[in-house]
T-cell receptor
Framework: GAVVSQHPSRVICKSGTSVKIECRSL??????MFWYRQFPKKSLMLMAT?????????EQGVEKDKFLINHASLTLSTLTVTSAHPEDSSFYIC???????????FGEGSRLTVL | RKEVEQDPGPFNVPEGATVAFNCTYS??????FFWYRQDCRKEPKLLMS???SGNEDGRFTAQLNRASQYISLLIRDSKLSDSATYLC?????????FGAGTRLTVKP
């Protein structure tokens, strides 16, 4: 069964609106979750590391005010794309990591299209 | 220089062929290594971990060369269903770094 559940899988919105994506860890408590973005035919790019109970750590070049991350519990992290624009259209994926083995488990991904 | 580098391909091979991918990494302190498979418009899924002694899972063989800082993936007897992008992932202190992926297309 799925270890990580991500919702919604697909969203289409108008430019200027905000979109929230949820990532749930189903099998274990995750103090840390990771958010990635992937453009067509490109590799996964780490956007930020979500930390339960504290601020997220953003990668260089990722605007924290644009991509709001909240990690309110050990099983849920949310990514909100604020005031979305067409260039934000992408595939957003979250993951959790088994700290014993290093293995990453990914959510199913959320495909965002901004019109 | 990128931390993890892969030949992006594409590799176009006939069914039944043997194909090999290489991946190099720059940080010698990297601790663990993985191959993930990603189908179009889907999330990556673990194909196999890569152990120092090399490991095999059916038609798939992974090897690690720490001295030269590369890992490899060998696929024997390719199937149509093997068509996907293969991502090399390198872990250091739970900081995972991804290669750009190698695209494989297996044709009838």
């Amino acid at each position: 069964g799925a270890v990580v559940s991500q919702h919604p899988s697909r969203v289409i919105c108008k430019s200027g609106t905000s979109v929230k994506i949820e990532c749930r860890s189903l099998d274990f408590q995750a103090t840390t979750m990771f958010w990635y973005r992937q453009f067509p035919k490109k590799s996964l790019m780490l956007m930020a590391t979500s930390n339960e109970g504290s601020k997220a750590t953003y990668e260089q070049g990722v605007e924290k005010d644009k991509f709001l991350i909240n990690h309110a519990s050990l099983t849920l992290s949310t990514l909100t794309v604020t005031s979305a624009h067409p260039e934000d259209s992408s595939f957003y994926i979250c993951s959790v990591q088994n700290l014993n083995t290093g293995e990453l488990f990914f959510g199913e991904g959320s495909r965002l299209t901004v019109l | 220089r990128k931390e993890v580098e892969q030949d992006p391909g594409p590799f176009n091979v006939p069914e039944g062929a043997t194909v090999a991918f290489n991946c190099t990494y720059s940080n010698s302190a990297s601790q663990s290594f993985f191959w993930y498979r990603q189908d179009c418009r889907k999330e990556p899924k673990l194909l196999m971990s890569v152990y120092s002694s090399g490991n095999e899972d059916g038609r798939f063989t992974a090897q690690l060369n720490r001295a030269s800082q590369y890992i490899s993936l060998l696929i024997r007897d390719s199937k149509l269903s093997d068509s996907a992008t293969y991502l090399c992932v390198v872990n250091r202190n739970n900081d995972m770094r991804f290669g750009a992926g190698t695209r494989l297309t297996v044709k009838p």
